[in-house]
């Protein structure tokens, strides 16, 4: 029987925007990685999720084979919006007013995906308002600090060294704040704005949230969410393959990295028997 190591990461959710309102940081999208995945020589079809649109939308799921990783949760805002938005890892609390009615919950992370965004409280001053970060691979995202208006930082993502070099993946949108925006969680987490600047979008390929963002009638966006991955790593003396957006080898094992969907197909590595002549 032959395994390969699979590293599926899916798109990150956007953050949320609005007037007033204080939106929160997008949760990172799902982060799975198995280590002996089962392989045989076969076409594999391999998705590649796109992250969730500024102010819009949830990241969309990554897939190889079994291994579903689930998008990341759109930032939340006000309840016109919707409430918190789950997902691999789920959006943070959008900011309300002095109504508690005004108020957004966190989005929920998929267990052994991803974790919780971060929660946030009323305040009728504008400027004290603050959201929730978006959860990451491996923390909930930061609680918006709504007594001194700052919003809560992205939670961190999780560092992978499949191809051989360590490379961290998943990490949650900040949040917006009326006086401090939140910082992007490590792993490609984008960075909350408010006054006229847009916030910044999560990393493409690393399955990043996008940053939160307080518009209060002065422009700008919410950040989008960042692209996922697919990373297939097989043992190279067993397989050939084609397909994917760029290969290399580390020790004993050929990795192939989806960058974009598309179909892994492994062959039997192909020996080569000489011929011995006989005079």
Not at 22 to 46: K, P
Request: net charge negative; with cysteine.
């Amino acid at each position: 029987m032959s395994t390969a190591k699979i590293l599926c990461v899916a798109g990150g959710g956007s953050g949320s925007a609005g007037n007033n309102y204080i939106g929160g940081g997008g949760g990172a999208g799902g982060f799975i990685y198995n280590s002996a995945f089962t392989v045989t020589a076969q076409e594999y079809s391999v998705t590649v999720g796109d992250g969730g649109s500024a102010d819009v939308s949830s990241g969309s799921n990554s897939v190889f084979g079994t291994l579903t990783a689930i998008g990341g949760g759109l930032g939340n805002i006000s309840p016109d919006k919707g409430s918190g938005s789950d997902g691999g890892s789920g959006g943070g609390a959008g900011g309300g007013d002095s109504n508690p009615d005004n108020n957004t919950d966190p989005g929920e992370g998929t267990v052994g995906q991803g974790n919780d965004g971060g929660t946030t409280s009323n305040n009728a001053t504008l400027t004290l308002r603050a959201s929730g970060g978006g959860g990451g691979a491996s923390a909930v995202g930061g609680n918006g600090n709504y007594t001194n208006g700052i919003g809560g930082d992205g939670g961190d993502g999780t560092s992978n060294s499949i191809t051989g070099s360590a490379v961290t993946y998943a990490g949650g949108g900040g949040g917006a704040g009326g006086t401090t925006d939140g910082t992007g969680g490590a792993g490609g987490g984008g960075a909350g704005a408010h006054g006229t600047a847009t916030a910044t979008s999560g990393t493409a390929n690393t399955g990043g949230g996008g940053g939160g963002k307080m518009q209060n009638g002065s422009g700008g966006t919410s950040g989008a969410g960042g692209s996922g991955i697919v990373i297939v790593a097989y043992t190279t003396s067993e397989f050939n393959h084609t397909g994917g957006d760029d290969t290399g080898t580390n020790g004993t094992e050929t990795w192939v990295k989806f960058t974009s969907s598309g179909t892994l197909t492994l062959t039997g590595a192909s020996t080569f028997v000489p011929t011995v002549m006989m005079f």
